[in-house]
């Protein structure tokens, strides 16, 4: 089964990035970014700060992300692959250009020049040991992860648990006109668990050092 998940892994970012060549031809300038985030910074920008829909919880860590996720994810809500009102609202604004400068400058947002690597991670509990290895997290996501197989895959170690799990969650939904995700490799993983075992592994992978931070603008410091 793994080895089935990997091989579709292996298609789907191949599908992927012969679809949106054009967008990542642009290449990204995080000082340009920085005059690009003025919709970002209220709610990436704050620590704890949580959004109410579907439900409340955390928005997500973006600061140290990898650019190239952060760059399919904006055109995922562009697109309406990612089904979120805001989101989708946002990335619409945004050129080429604008989403591949955005990713650049959160990607080196943060960093510390010499910052020691995150340490490794701790071993999981039986339990999730036999989830993690259901699902193949780690074929796509890396041992660690914080290091994933394809830069269009997020890092996720240190990530909000509740953040982790209602995005779990949105790639079960479908017929939402408002929320879901359309990605049929997650989609397939996440169906296969309860949302009581998408909690845990969520638990899990927020307990892992990660680079993922929030880094608050001066103005809100």
Not at 5 to 21: I, P, Q, Y
Not at 70 to 75: H, M
Not at 163 to 170: D, E, H, I, P, R
Not at 183 to 189: A, E, F, L, T, V
Request: charged content about 20%; proline content about 5%; some cysteine.
């Amino acid at each position: 089964m793994n080895k089935l998940l990997l091989t579709l892994s292996s298609l789907l970012v191949a599908s992927v990035t012969a679809v949106s060549a054009h967008a990542q031809d642009a290449k990204g300038d995080a000082k340009a970014g920085e005059a690009k985030i003025a919709m970002c910074i209220g709610c990436h920008g704050i620590h704890g700060y949580q959004a109410s829909f579907p439900e409340v919880y955390k928005v997500p860590m973006i600061s140290g992300q990898g650019a190239k996720y952060i760059t399919a994810a904006l055109n995922a809500y562009k697109k309406g692959e990612r089904k979120h009102p805001s989101m989708r609202g946002i990335a619409e604004t945004l050129s080429d250009q604008d989403i591949a400068d955005v990713a650049a400058y959160y990607e080196a947002h943060g960093k510390v020049e010499g910052a020691a690597a995150p340490a490794a991670a701790p071993a999981p509990s039986a339990k999730v040991a036999e989830l993690l290895t259901k699902g193949g997290c780690v074929a796509c996501h890396g041992d660690n992860f914080n290091k994933p197989i394809d830069p269009s895959y997020p890092k996720v170690a240190g990530q909000h648990a509740d953040y982790l799990f209602v995005a779990l969650k949105s790639y079960k939904t479908e017929g939402n006109a408002t929320w879901g995700r359309a990605n049929g490799i997650m989609g397939g993983i996440a169906k296969q668990f309860s949302n009581a075992e998408l909690k845990e592994l969520a638990a899990y992978v927020h307990s892992l050092p990660g680079e993922l931070k929030t880094v608050p603008q001066k103005r809100f410091r």
